[in-house]
């Protein structure tokens, strides 16, 4: 299992990030709004109960965040994501914090490190045109403000139309995490 930990905005939020991503173009594959997410941690091939045990003590509080600007990874002659970020929050650093503490060796170092908040919405092919993505990057961006009341664990599965998140448990601000069946 790809296992990975994230915040999922809320329908409204989506609903505008979707509407902020770029036109279509053969080299371009926008995220669905089912793959609109917040990663914390990628956790890769791991034990979903193991790490369930280990995640299940950590607590917080919910904390509002903002989505306030674009940008893109990667260029012209590789592949490339457009995304939405993140102002800086300081309850999200102390949340991947305290889920770095709890997980310990699972998150690798260079993770915490290169860290930038952030949500794919759309993946970039070479030959993609520098002009769609400096269109896309020069959109305004109307602050998208939500608040977290949960993170989630999330198994990726690859399929050939792209890949699909599906939520083994969630783990609500102060509260006990909830399992799916």
């Known amino acids: 299992m790809r296992l990975f930990l994230a915040i999922t905005p809320p329908p409204s939020v989506r609903h505008a990030l979707l509407n902020l991503q770029p036109p279509p173009h053969a080299k371009l594959k926008p995220s669905r709004d089912e793959q609109l997410h917040l990663t914390l941690h990628f956790l890769g091939n791991s034990d979903p109960d193991a790490l369930h045990k280990l995640l299940t003590p950590v607590k917080f509080t919910s904390f509002d965040i903002e989505i306030n600007h674009l940008g893109s990874f990667g260029g012209k002659q590789k592949n490339g994501v457009l995304w939405a970020g993140f102002a800086k ?19 690798e170092v260079s993770e915490m490190r290169n860290y930038k908040p952030h949500i794919t919405l759309a993946r970039s092919r070479p030959g993609y045109p520098a002009t769609a993505l400096n269109n896309f990057l020069a959109q305004f961006v109307a602050p998208l403000k939500f608040t977290v009341t949960e993170f989630a664990l999330y198994n990726s599965i690859t399929h050939p139309c792209g890949a699909q998140y599906l939520k083994l448990a969630s783990y609500p601000a102060g509260l006990e995490a909830t399992t799916k069946q």
């Open 89 to 107: 929050c300081n309850a999200l650093e102390v949340l991947r914090q305290k889920l770095a503490t709890g997980l310990g060796q699972q998150i």
